[in-house]
C-alpha cells in the first residue's frame, strides 16, 4: 500500500514539473502571431492583441487573454468590431479522449460590440457569416467540395457558461443616421449547449437620441445546432426609461416567448404580456430588423382608457411632479405663449416606422365615452398613420370609422370618417360634452379634414360635412307648447300661464345637413317633427365658443289647448318663431315677440277682411259696388269685391 502510495505521489510530481516546463517552454508570442494568422486567413480581419496571454494546465487546460481588438473589414470607417480587456477560458482533458470538448465557463470583461450598418445596408459582421467574403460580396456559387469532408465523427461541443461583466454595445445605423448605446452590459449563461434551453439573465444602460432605460432581461435561451435561430422561453423583460421625450419615468414590463431568425432577422414575440402604464395587452408581435424597422402584430387588451393614457403620455402637467421619493419636485417653467394654446405634440418618429396590425379591446374610455368590443386595423408607413376599418358598440348603438394622419405636412394634416347607427343621443352627449339636452335614437355621419393637433387648430381648421337623424326623441330643457301658450297670453293680453313643471318636447324626428367650415357649423335645412308640432328653420354653432344661433319656424298642427282647457284655433296653422341661443350646456329657447305680434295681426287682418268681404258681398248689389268703388278707389280691391 505504501509504495502505491509513493508511486501516485511520485506520478503527480512528475505531471506538475511537466506542466511547469511547458509553461515556461510555450513561445507565448509564436501563440499570438498564429492566432493573428488564422484570424486573417478565415474572416480577412485583422486582429489586435496588445496583452499577454497566460496559461492554465491544471485540473483544465485554460489562458487568459489580454487587451484585443478586431478590427472592421475593408469599407468601413477604422475601428474595431470588437475589442475586450481581458478574456478567459478553460477545456476539460479528459473528454477530449472521448471526442467531447467540455468548456468551461467564459469570462469576458470589459468588452466592446460596434455594430455598424452602412447605408448600403451592408454590416461589419455579415463577412463573419460566410468567412473569407468580403462585406457586399455575392457568395461564390459552385464552391462547396463534398470530397473534401472530413469522415471524421464530428465532436460535441459544450460550454459550461458564459459570462460578460461590464461590456459596451453601439448599434449604429447609417440609412437612418441613427445611434443606439448600451453600456454596464452584463450577461450571465448558465450553460451553452447548441440545442438546449439553458438560463441566461442580462441587463444595462440603454442611451438612444433623449431616452434613457435601464434594462433586466430573463429567460431560457436556445440557440439551434446550425447556429441561424435564437429562441428565448420564458422571456421577462422589465425597462425602466426617462428622457426629455418622456413625461416621467415610464416602466414596461414584458413576458413571452422570443424566436429570431438570422437569415431574416425577424423577431417574434408570441404568447406575449406587455404592461405599461395604464396599458396592459396581449398577443402576437414581429420586429424586422431594416432600414425602417418593420412591426407587425395582433394585439388584445381588456380595458383601452384612452383618456388616462394621454395623461400619462402628456409632456405638459399642471403644477409640481414628484421624485422617486414622493417629493414635489421642481417643473421647469414653459414659455408663454399667445392665448391659451396646446402644444403640438412631436410626431416625427412615425416617419421612421413600417407599423401594420390589428387591435382588439373590450372596453374603450375615450374623451369621456365608453365604448365595447373594439376592433380596428392600424397602418404606420413614411409618416402616414391610418386606421382602418374600425367599428365598436356604442350606447345601444354601433360605430364605423376610418382616419389617416399625415406627418409629412405642417402643420400636420388629417381626414376622418365616422358612421354612428342608432346610437343612444342623450347619453353620448352626456359623456362626450357633457350636454343633457337631447335624447333619441341617433343615426350620424361625418366627413371632416383639418390641420393641426391641438384643440384650437382642430377648431379653426377643420371642414367637410355632417348629416344628422334622430327617431322617437326630445328636447330637454324647453317646452315648446308650454312656450306657445305663454306667448299667445302675451298677445291676446290675458295673464301668463304657470312655468310647467316638465320642460321637455317630445319629437318623432329631427333631421339636419351641416356644412362645417372654419369652426363654423351651419345649416339651412333643420327640421323637427312631432304630432303637434312642426318646426323647421336654419342656424349655426360656433366649435371655438359653443355658441349656439338657430331660428326655427314653429307650426302647430295639432290641437293645442290654452290655460283655460280651451283650444286655441286661432293660432292653427300660424308659424311662430322659435329663437336658440345661449351655448352647448346653457341654451336659452325663446319666442321672437315682435314677429309673433306681426304674424298674429297680419293674420288677423287677413282673416277680418276675408269676413267683411263676405258681408259686403252679400249685401251690396253690382250698382252699388260700382258706385263705392268710384268714391273708395282702391278699398274693395283689398277687400277682394
Do not use: C
Not at 358 to 368: F, Y
Not at 378 to 388: M, S, T
Not at 402 to 421: C, W
Not at 526 to 532: D, E, G, N, R, V
Amino acid at each position: 500500500m505504501k509504495k502505491l502510495l509513493y508511486f501516485f505521489g511520485g506520478l503527480l510530481l512528475l505531471v506538475v514539473l511537466a506542466m511547469v516546463v511547458l509553461v515556461q517552454l510555450v513561445d507565448t508570442d509564436r501563440v499570438k502571431r498564429v492566432m493573428i494568422d488564422q484570424v486573417r486567413e478565415r474572416t480577412g480581419r485583422t486582429l489586435v492583441i496588445e496583452g499577454d496571454i497566460s496559461w492554465r494546465f491544471f485540473p483544465s487546460v485554460g489562458f487568459t487573454l489580454g487587451k484585443s481588438a478586431l478590427l472592421n473589414p475593408d469599407g468601413f470607417a477604422e475601428g474595431a468590431t470588437l475589442s475586450i480587456g481581458e478574456a478567459s477560458l478553460d477545456v476539460a482533458l479528459m473528454p477530449l479522449l472521448d471526442d467531447r470538448i467540455e468548456i468551461g465557463e467564459a469570462v469576458l470583461n470589459n468588452a466592446r460590440l460596434h455594430l455598424l450598418t452602412r447605408a448600403d445596408g451592408v454590416s461589419n459582421l455579415d463577412d463573419l457569416s460566410e468567412p473569407g467574403r468580403q462585406p457586399g460580396q455575392a457568395a461564390p456559387a459552385g464552391d462547396e467540395q463534398p470530397g473534401s469532408v472530413s469522415r471524421r465523427s464530428p465532436l460535441s461541443f459544450s460550454l459550461a457558461g458564459v459570462r460578460v461583466e461590464n461590456a459596451e454595445v453601439i448599434l449604429q445605423d447609417e440609412r437612418s443616421d441613427s445611434l443606439t448605446r448600451i453600456n454596464q452590459v452584463n450577461l450571465q449563461l448558465a450553460r451553452f449547449a447548441p440545442g438546449e434551453f439553458v438560463p441566461v439573465s442580462l441587463s444595462g444602460d440603454l442611451f438612444r437620441d433623449e431616452i434613457q432605460a435601464k434594462i433586466d432581461t430573463q429567460g431560457q435561451l436556445r440557440l439551434s445546432p446550425e447556429f441561424d435561430r435564437l429562441q428565448l422561453e420564458g422571456l421577462v423583460l422589465s425597462l425602466d426609461a426617462r428622457g426629455r421625450v418622456l413625461p416621467g419615468n415610464k416602466q414596461l414590463q414584458l413576458s413571452g416567448s422570443l424566436d429570431y431568425v438570422l437569415a431574416d432577422k425577424t423577431a417574434r414575440i408570441s404568447d406575449m404580456q406587455l404592461a405599461l402604464g395604464a396599458l396592459e395587452v396581449q398577443g402576437e408581435l414581429s420586429v424586422s430588423h431594416t432600414p425602417v424597422p418593420a412591426v407587425r402584430f395582433e394585439l388584445a387588451t381588456e380595458l383601452l382608457d384612452m383618456d388616462t393614457l394621454m395623461a400619462e403620455w402628456s409632456l405638459v402637467e399642471e403644477g409640481a411632479g414628484t421624485d422617486e421619493d414622493g417629493a414635489q419636485a421642481a417643473v421647469p417653467e414653459v414659455p408663454a405663449t399667445n392665448g391659451d394654446k396646446s402644444a403640438e405634440p412631436d410626431l416625427g418618429f412615425l416617419k421612421n416606422l413600417d407599423l401594420s396590425g390589428t387591435l382588439q379591446a373590450d372596453k374603450v374610455l375615450a374623451h369621456g365615452m365608453e365604448l365595447e368590443r373594439l376592433r380596428l386595423l392600424l397602418k404606420v408607413a413614411k409618416g402616414r398613420l391610418k386606421v382602418e376599418d374600425a367599428e365598436a358598440s356604442l350606447y345601444q348603438g354601433k360605430i364605423q370609422a376610418s382616419g389617416e394622419l399625415d406627418t409629412n405636412k405642417s402643420p400636420v394634416a388629417f381626414r376622418v370618417h365616422k358612421q354612428l347607427e342608432q346610437v343612444d343621443a342623450r347619453q353620448l352627449l352626456q359623456a362626450a360634452l357633457d350636454v343633457d339636452h337631447l335624447a333619441g335614437s341617433a343615426d350620424l355621419s361625418l366627413d371632416l379634414q383639418g390641420r393641426g393637433l391641438d384643440a384650437d387648430s382642430i377648431k379653426r381648421s377643420l371642414k367637410g360635412n355632417s348629416q344628422l337623424h334622430i327617431r322617437d326623441g326630445a328636447l330637454y330643457g324647453v317646452n315648446i307648447p308650454a312656450l306657445l301658450r305663454r306667448g299667445y297670453a302675451q298677445v291676446k293680453g290675458q295673464p301668463l300661464p304657470a312655468e310647467e313643471a316638465v320642460q321637455k318636447t317630445d319629437f318623432s324626428a329631427l333631421t339636419a345637413d351641416f356644412i362645417v367650415s372654419k369652426g363654423l357649423v351651419s345649416t339651412d335645412n333643420l327640421q323637427m317633427a312631432s304630432p303637434l308640432l312642426r318646426l323647421h328653420g336654419a342656424g349655426n354653432t360656433r366649435l371655438q365658443d359653443k355658441s349656439l344661433d338657430f331660428l326655427l319656424d314653429t307650426t302647430i298642427v295639432g290641437t293645442l289647448e290654452g290655460q283655460d282647457g280651451k283650444p286655441m284655433d286661432e293660432l292653427k296653422g300660424i308659424t311662430v318663431p322659435l329663437r336658440i341661443t345661449g351655448t352647448y350646456q346653457e341654451p336659452n329657447y325663446g319666442l321672437d315677440m315682435q314677429l309673433v305680434f306681426d304674424r298674429y295681426l297680419k293674420d288677423k287682418v287677413d282673416k277680418e277682411a276675408e269676413r267683411l268681404s263676405e258681408k259686403l258681398g252679400e249685401k251690396l248689389d253690382e250698382e252699388k259696388l260700382d258706385k263705392l268703388r268710384e268714391k273708395l278707389p282702391g278699398l274693395l280691391d283689398k277687400l277682394k269685391l
